[in-house]
Each structure stands twice: as C-alpha cells, then as structure tokens.
C-alpha cells in the first residue's frame, strides 16, 4: 500500500484490542507504510522490514503518552491487555572486566525487556548471566546502563529505547511472563516517544539476538 501519514492517537482514540496472532498479522499486512516518522523510527521501521516484513505493526501516539494510564495506552494502540505493553531496558555489567580490543564487550552490556506491569528482580537477572557468560558472582554487578551508554549503544533516547534497529547486537533477555501471554506479542518504543512498533514475540527470538530468561 502507499505511504500514508499516520494520524497522532490520542488518549481518547479507540482501537478494538487484537485477540489472536492470525488478527494481527492480517492488520500488518494490510496497515500503509508510514511516512513522516523521525530518524530513530525509520530506523526501527527499516530493520522489522528487513528481518520480519509485513509483520511489525506501527503507532504514532501524542507526545503525553507517558502521562496516560496503561488503559489508555492498550486501548489507543489495540492492545490484548495491559500486560503486552513492554519497555526495553539497557543493563551494564559494572564489574565486568572489559576486553579494550573490542569496541563493544557483548558479555558486559544486555537489553532487557520486561513488561511495564511487570518488574526485574535483579538477582535472578544476575544468575542468568553468569549462566551466559561463566562470570563469578564477584565479577557480575548488574544495573541500568547510563542514559549515555544507553543511547551509544542502541541510538534511541529515553522513553524510545527498542531492541528492533538498535546499534549494537547487544544480547536481548525478554522475561519469562512475556513468553505466557496469548495473543504472544508485545508493545515496545520505537525509536521516538510518539511512535510505537508491536512484534510478535517468536519473531523477535528468531531474528534477534534474544532470548527467554525468569528474571521476575
């Protein structure tokens, strides 16, 4: 289909919730491709196309988004629940030795999706790791990556964080939770604060570096 620019929904708009994988992606096939997105969008919109196309649903959504209660959020873009709605978070390593002839230590740095109802339980996440990588416990110290690193490694700024076009082939650990919900997908930034991408979640794990990890 054409390109088209996408209307910005606001906190009012209804869409009716998806409630199966087949619904979904018929309305990914059929949705326009959208125009007038930012630099850090068209970047995430380019690399769905590459790796899953015609399967990445996209949302424009006003800029006070953030502001607006999970209700509102699943009921603007269609969404299954409130659960489905994710944010990608960037974890560092702060007591990994870092290999200085590499650029980027792909053992030190992870993006970690976890649901926004959800939270991650730091030990659990820490155990997973070191299963990953063979760290000690005194060698592994996990916390959110600076806002800097942050945006060095993925390109996107707070709030637009997504493990879709990011700079770096950072690992990606999605939660256990997110793997139970039905219909499986989930709800992500976009590489904007107004846009939104939706993945279905088997997609993400078989063309990204990702992986299912208990660590809530």
């Given at each position: 289909m054409p390109g088209a620019e996408f209307t910005q929904r606001g906190p009012d708009y209804t869409s009716a919730p998806v409630t199966t994988l087949d619904e979904f992606t018929a309305l990914a096939h059929t949705d326009p491709t959208p125009?007038?997105?930012?630099?850090?969008?068209?970047?995430?919109?380019?690399?769905?196309?590459?790796?899953?196309?015609g399967q990445?649903?996209?949302?424009?959504?006003?800029?006070?988004?953030?502001?607006?209660?999970?209700?509102?959020?699943?009921?603007?873009?269609?969404?299954?629940s409130t659960f489905h709605l994710?944010?990608?978070?960037?974890?560092?390593?702060?007591?990994?030795?870092?290999?200085?002839?590499?650029?980027i230590d792909h053992n030190r740095y992870w993006a970690i999706i976890v649901q926004y109802e959800g939270a991650v339980n730091v030990p659990k996440l820490e155990k997973a790791v070191r299963e990953r990588t063979g760290a000690s416990r005194?060698?592994?110290?996990?916390?959110?990556?600076?806002?800097?690193?942050?945006?060095?490694?993925?390109?996107?700024?707070?709030?637009?964080?997504?493990?879709?076009?990011?700079?770096?082939?950072?690992?990606?650990?999605?939660?256990?939770?997110?793997?139970?919900?039905?219909?499986?997908?989930?709800?992500?930034g976009a590489g904007h604060v107004d846009w939104k991408i939706a993945i279905p979640v088997k997609g993400l794990l078989e063309h990204w570096n990702a992986s299912i990890v208990d660590f809530q």
């Open positions: 125009v007038g997105m930012s630099d850090g969008t068209l970047t995430v919109y380019n690399d769905a196309q590459k790796r899953l196309k990445c649903r996209f949302f424009h959504v006003d800029s006070d988004y953030y502001n607006w209660a999970y209700e509102q959020r699943a009921r603007v873009m269609g969404c299954p994710c944010k990608t978070l960037i974890f560092d390593n702060t007591k990994y030795r870092q290999d200085e002839s590499q650029p005194k060698a592994t110290h996990l916390r959110i990556a600076a806002a800097e690193k942050s945006l060095e490694l993925t390109g996107f700024t707070n709030n637009a964080v997504s493990p879709v076009g990011m700079k770096s082939d950072i690992p990606i650990l999605i939660s256990s939770a997110i793997a139970e919900l039905d219909p499986p997908l989930i709800y992500l």
